[in-house]
């Protein structure tokens, strides 16, 4: 079976840096989409970063260009979020997800790990 487990996720003061790590596995990943989202309180979930786990193709909310970087090991099976210039309202909970090859929606998702950035 598929599975996705996050961690990295903390308490870090605005302007700090954090790293999530996304362990992936059930499957050989390949020609899959990979995706970091986040959920604050009482707002919609978003898409915050992807990347093509084959090809290295990489998107970034406007919200996080510049201060995001999403990375992959493919022999490893981790997709990394690296954090930084962090601010309170990057607070959230922040789940790793998974789309398959010919799949139109994120099929498999992790159960999140919360991210809190303090003034």
């Known amino acids: 079976q598929v599975q996705l487990v996050e961690s990295g996720g903390g308490l870090v003061q605005a302007g700090g840096s954090l790293r999530l790590s996304c362990t992936a596995s059930?499957?050989?990943?390949?020609?899959?989409?990979m995706g970091w989202f986040r959920q604050a309180p009482g707002k919609e979930r978003e898409l915050v970063a992807s990347?093509?786990?084959?090809?290295?193709?990489?998107y970034y909310a406007d919200s996080v260009k510049g201060r995001f970087t999403i990375s992959r090991d493919n022999a490893k099976n981790t997709v990394d979020l690296h954090m930084n210039s962090l601010k309170p309202e990057d607070t959230a909970v922040y789940y790793c997800?998974?789309?398959?090859?010919?799949?139109?929606?994120?099929?498999?998702w992790g159960q999140g790990t919360q991210v809190t950035v303090s003034s």
């Open positions: 059930g499957r050989t990943f390949s020609n899959d989409l």
């Open positions: 997800a998974a789309r398959f090859a010919l799949s139109r929606s994120y099929d498999y």
């Open positions: 990347i093509w786990w084959s090809g290295g193709i990489t």
